[in-house]
């Protein structure tokens, strides 16, 4: 028996690999099919079995590329419904995989249809479970995700005590669970940076396995204090549901070269969104205007989804040369699968076509400290999250967090001048990039943000209650 989790730390999202007797599953497959086809093939094995745990939010799951691909059968659970053909399996079906037996537990809370998929090994015995976003590591996942739903929150929390009670909990504390995230995804509130660990020990140390927790408690617990998810979820839990595009087409479309000229020509067409996806710091010293900033070399995917609210918007990319085929994959993770090509030559051939160049002007914490004495007007905004804010803040900056930029833009006047930070300077490239390109020009990003600042030494940090979410 071969039991292989595959992270990817961009998502915070776990698939798996189980192979036994040359037959393997894959469970929560990201889009790209082709790691679990090699991985297959390593073992001499068939993919028989694509499993899906629910319908994800967060990303655009390769169920359907990979069952292309291989022969292999998708499997949802109950209550689960799919514009392609799929296995909807029943609750307590039993599906065999080699010398593996693999039990259908209907576990739905996170959303009607969610499962966990419970391994059995060789010998009969209860080995893992694969809990989807039913059960994380010191978590469990958000009730409020039942989109076009007659159910509540607070009937979905209800089902998820159930479904923890009644599926989870009786299990062995031996078997080991391995959730579809971890800390970082929006799926939960307060997961575990570990990736997975015994039953027996979550239901010493997650609070939603609390053998003294009643209902209405857990439901309480569970239901305050939600921030409202991201507003490309229901979109990926369409595409997941419904079916989308080829990879592959995805790719050939979006990893297309286009010199300056070309680039020019099309960034000139109606409803076209420049993205540039190089670090802050070099994007800051040198861009093409109206661009905006999200670096690969970040939570690129989520903020992608956070801030650009179209997922059919159409995208010209700036690249690091040879990193244009990353880009447009990790787009296409979350649904964003109109990149119409990239600037060949990148940054250096844009400048020596003599196309126009603009500029983010960025300061260190030690200029900051100087400007902001001697021009007190400016004010201070701080795009980091509200927990961030009420743990260590500047004394006179007002919170106005990244992930609400496009509902709080009306907060910000552009006939003044502003500072902004985040924590080390990737948000506040961000929002000064997109407050650029909607013809805000008055803000200057701090370097290296809150660290920055506070190494710096000049400025006295305080804690108190957000002021704006």
């Known amino acids: 028996m071969l039991v ?219 239901t305050h204090g939600i921030p409202a998810p991201p507003s490309y979820f229901p979109l990926n839990v369409r595409l997941n549901k419904d079916g989308y595009a080829a990879l592959n087409e995805v790719l050939e479309r979006g990893t297309r070269k286009l010199n300056p000229s070309t680039f020019q020509l099309i960034a000139e067409e109606e409803n076209i969104l420049i993205l540039d996806t190089r670090k802050p710091e070099v994007f800051a010293a040198g861009h093409i205007p109206g661009s905006i900033n999200i670096g690969i070399d970040g939570g690129f995917a989520p903020w992608v989804g956070t801030l650009i609210p179209d997922i059919e918007q159409k995208l010209l990319l700036v690249t690091d040369p040879g990193r244009e085929h990353e880009v447009v994959t990790r787009l296409a993770r979350v649904g964003y699968d109109h990149a119409l090509g990239y600037l060949d030559g990148g940054w250096e051939a844009w400048v020596a076509a003599g196309h126009d160049i603009a500029r983010i002007p960025s300061i260190s914490a030690d200029e900051f400290a100087r400007m902001s004495a001697e021009n007190p007007s400016y004010e201070i905004l701080d795009v980091r999250k509200p927990g961030e804010y009420k743990s260590e803040h500047l004394a006179d900056a007002h919170l106005l967090t990244l992930d609400h930029l496009n509902e709080n833009l009306h907060l910000v006047n552009p006939n003044r001048d502003y500072f902004v930070h985040c924590a080390g300077g990737y948000r506040s490239m961000i929002f000064a990039s997109i407050m650029a390109a909607r013809g805000f020009h008055r803000i200057i990003n701090i370097e290296g943000g809150m660290a920055a600042i506070r190494k710096s030494g000049h400025f006295p940090l305080v804690t108190s209650a957000c002021s704006v979410s």
Do not use: W
């Open 4 to 222: 292989e989790q595959i992270y990817t730390g961009c998502l915070s999202q776990g698939a798996y690999y189980i192979e036994s007797n040359g037959e393997a599953v894959v469970i929560d497959p990201l889009r790209e099919s082709e790691p679990y086809i090699s991985r297959a093939a390593k073992g001499n094995a068939k993919i028989k079995y694509v499993l899906e745990t629910h319908f994800h939010a967060d990303f655009v799951s390769g169920h359907i590329d990979l069952a292309r691909a291989t022969g292999a059968q998708i499997v949802f659970g109950p209550a689960a419904s799919t514009q392609f053909e799929a296995h909807i399996a029943k609750d307590g079906e039993r599906l065999k995989v080699g010398a593996l037996e693999i039990e259908v537990l209907h576990t739905p809370g996170h959303t009607p249809e969610s499962t966990t998929y419970l391994l059995r090994d060789s010998d009969g015995r209860d080995y893992a479970i694969f809990t989807g976003d039913t059960l994380f590591i010191g978590d469990v996942g958000r009730p409020d995700l039942a989109a076009g739903s007659s159910l509540t929150t607070h009937d979905m929390a209800g089902m998820l005590y159930d479904s923890l009670r009644n599926k989870i909990l009786p299990l062995p504390d031996s078997v080991l669970v391995y959730p579809a995230h971890g800390a970082g995804s929006a799926c939960g509130k307060n997961m575990s940076k570990e990736t997975f660990d015994t039953l027996g020990h979550q239901k010493q140390v997650n609070y939603a396995l609390r053998s003294d927790l009643s209902k209405e408690d857990f439901i309480q617990e569970l």
